[in-house]
């Protein structure tokens, strides 16, 4: 039987988890260029519309004839950044 | 060519004197990672074309190409990761940049003993994540129908004429909903004290909303430990308890790890 550490270490771990350290707490030692991220909330939500996107490409190439256009995807993109109250940073 | 140095992160010397950097691949994908010697400290880098990652290009293509980040930021965690399986070490940020090995250097050496300090504090220790959804809707059910203060406010509206409901209904409404967060606040921050007993430090994080998470339930709780390797098993049982006692009733748990010690090897 295994332990509940290693049924929980051989779970995937989601992007969001990493970019929520990587992003904003690895550590930060002075550096020559400094990447400075806007909001972490920001690139969590557009990964978001990324991930749903790429479900809704599949689902089309199912047979599903759902086209998801570059224009379709950047109205989704205004859609959720309006329903968020987020500015438009990009 | 110029060339910029990517820091991966950063190893104590003695623990790379007795076991190799394994071969791993570096940004780009094409090359490898190497180490430098810097005194008691072993920083783990590789080279990237400058021409090719100015600070204006990589901003550009965090804000802008998603895919792109979606693969360096896993390259980057399953680089550190990989290294935290083999050593003590302190995880940089993603995109951690110098101009050449001397201006890399000079930064490890002027921060030496702080991270002496942080390797110290991490050593045989491991950082674990905690995040507790909740179903609002079958909670709610139950404080409502278990709190008096909502019980008696109820009979009260029910006895008022039709006109005065609806806006006494609303005001209960609201009631419901702050003895709701109340009460998941109170349950969290009892499992969080009780966990942290397992562990040698915890921090509490802020929870993110459901259009982050894309999940139905909402995350109640967001924290992060650093336990001991010999106490993560006990500390993994207790949250498996509180899984198994609180399901029921609307709450998931989840446990990941183990982490690089992202929250817990900060030295500013």
């Known amino acids: ?90 | 060519m110029d060339h910029l140095i990517y820091l991966y992160g950063l190893i104590p010397t003695k623990e790379i004197a007795s076991q190799p950097l394994p071969s791993l691949k570096d940004f780009e994908g094409s090359g490898e990672l190497y180490t430098m010697e810097i005194g008691s400290i072993t920083a783990v880098v590789c080279r990237l074309d400058a021409d090719k990652y100015s600070e204006d290009q990589i901003k550009e293509r965090i804000n802008n190409d998603m895919e792109w980040l979606q693969e360096k930021a896993f390259h980057h965690h399953e680089t550190v990761m990989q290294l935290a399986k083999i050593f003590t070490v302190i995880p940089l940020k993603f995109c951690t940049l110098y101009k050449s090995e001397e201006s890399l250097k000079d930064t490890v050496q002027s921060n030496e003993s702080k991270m002496t300090e942080a390797f110290e504090a991490i050593a045989g220790k491991e950082e674990w994540n905690l995040k507790i959804y909740c179903d609002d809707k079958q909670l709610k059910e139950q404080v409502s129908q278990n709190n008096p203060a909502i019980e008696e406010k109820r009979k009260e509206i029910s006895e008022l004429p039709r006109g005065k409901q609806f806006f006494e209904k609303k005001k209960l409404d609201k009631l419901v909903d702050s003895e709701l967060e109340k009460e998941k606040n109170r349950v969290s921050e009892d499992i969080h004290a009780h966990l942290t007993e397992f562990a040698l430090k915890g921090h509490v994080k802020r929870t993110w909303s459901s259009e982050v998470t894309g999940r139905k339930e909402e995350m109640t709780w967001n924290s992060v430990y650093l336990i001991k390797k010999s106490d993560v098993e006990s500390f993994l049982e207790q949250v498996q308890q509180y899984e198994a006692k609180m399901e029921e009733a609307g709450w998931k748990f989840e446990a990941s790890g183990p982490w690089p010690a992202y929250h817990f090897s900060s030295f500013a």
């Open chain 1, 1 to 90: 039987m295994s332990s509940v550490r290693e049924t929980i270490e051989n779970k995937e771990v989601g992007l969001i988890d990493i970019l929520d350290v990587i992003l904003d707490k690895g550590v930060a030692l002075k550096a020559d260029l400094v990447i400075s991220i806007a909001g972490v909330d920001l690139v969590y939500l557009d990964l978001r519309l990324l991930i749903a996107s790429v479900e809704s490409l599949v689902q089309a190439q199912q047979g599903n004839h759902k086209e998801v256009s570059s224009e379709q995807f950047d109205k989704e993109r205004e859609g959720l950044i309006h329903a968020t109250g987020q500015p438009s940073k990009w």
